[in-house]
């Protein structure tokens, strides 16, 4: 019934930038907090980000001042910005929505299928 699709991930060398989408698709009402969380090799997955539908956002503190993630709430779609990249940000994505469906169900949380972002040295 809801999709999330990651795109924009990719190999980047240490100190460069790189911006992730996710668009929500389907039966939806309303998206309430949207989000990125990251998991790297052998590491459990960690919020990275969120924002709610009014706009207030939290970060990591391994990502403040580095990564901004806005939304377009009329696209149902979340960004990250990724600036001053690491290699220690090296890890997949996963977008998350926390989502009303059609009909008055939910909220119910949804995820992406993840998209790899590789840092360099």
């Known amino acids: 019934q809801v999709q999330l699709v990651e795109s924009g991930g990719g190999l980047v060398q240490a100190g460069g930038s790189l911006r992730l989408s996710c668009v929500a698709s389907?039966?939806?009402?309303?998206?309430?907090?949207m989000g990125w969380y990251r998991q790297a090799p052998g590491k459990q997955r960690d919020l990275t980000a969120t924002?709610?539908?009014?706009?207030?956002?939290n970060y990591a503190d391994s990502v403040k001042g580095r990564f901004t993630i806005s939304r377009d709430n009329a696209k149902n779609t979340v960004y990250l910005q990724m600036n001053s990249l690491k290699p220690d940000d090296t890890a997949v994505y996963y977008c998350?929505?926390?989502?009303?469906?059609?009909?008055?169900?939910?909220?119910?949380?949804?995820w992406g299928p993840g998209t790899q972002v590789t840092v360099s040295s």
């Open positions: 389907g039966s939806i009402f309303k998206v309430n907090v």
């Open positions: 998350n929505a926390n989502i009303y469906l059609g009909g008055g169900y939910g909220p119910y949380d949804y």
């Open positions: 924002i709610t539908s009014g706009g207030n956002t």
